[in-house]
């Protein structure tokens, strides 16, 4: 990896020149990749030799004694790809560096690819971040819980189902002093009991004191092992602002607004790739300056999604 000493750092992230002098050439890109895959040598997957010789500029690499061929990217999020790695690395830039986000119309613009590419791009990359998500411990201690529909508002209490709007679960781990620490965010079928009890029981620590609302799915997580505590809000714009859901909704707001302002539209089917992407970001606030090296080490760490799978399911 790149030597990062001297490099221009800050708590608001990476500075384009860092990143560019971190990552800038082919070459810097492919000996990250290598020391990510093989920081400890590279041993032949058929018959466990350890001497390789680099072939294709270190694209592909040769067992010296039973010849087996090797690729830098198989395996990784960037197998097959025609793109340089630089494009890549400056992709995963682009989307960990904007708390909001950034659109594929303007990924493309910047990266110099189609917006069909930027897109294909930009899901890879997501599935790595749910990858690193969906291995981080559950969420414990004191947790606040609220329901939310992205592309709608609460409006006078009322939380109907309306049409093309997708309801999720935001929940957050915060100090005793209320203080947020980790976030997470589940796209639901419906704010129900059963909905409720399968998220708390996959998200939460038992023994958990998760802090909510009235609505009656809530009690739910009770049966994940959590204490809980239902805290009467009234509703609407008095019930944001009210002070033990105070990150809950402001997180929320931020993301409803960054998604409203970098989105015109996420479907349903993409919602919840949308949102842990949102959650990596929050979850890694106070480490921006490393965030770059953590998304392509996961990148190299997480299986290749061909297109087909990544647009089939949902
Ligand atoms: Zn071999």
Redesign the pocket.
Known sequence: MAAAEGLQRSIGGLSEAAFRERFGTEEVCRTALFEMRWREGLT?P????HGFCALNTRKLFQ?N????QVRLTAGTVFQDTKLPLTVWFTAIYHLTQSKGGISSIELGRRLGVTQATAWLLKHKLMRAMAEREAKKPKLKGRVEIDDAYLGGERSGGKRGRAAGKTPLVAAVETTPERKPRRLKLTVVKGFRKKEVEKLAKRDFAPGSNVVSDGLSCWPAVAKAGCDHFPMVTGSGQQAARWAPFRWVNTTLGNIKTAIAGTYHHVSAKHAQSYLTSFAYRFNRRYQLDSIVERLAWAAAHTMPHPYQIITADA
């Open positions: 032949c058929a018959c466990g030799h067992c004694r039973c010849k087996k």
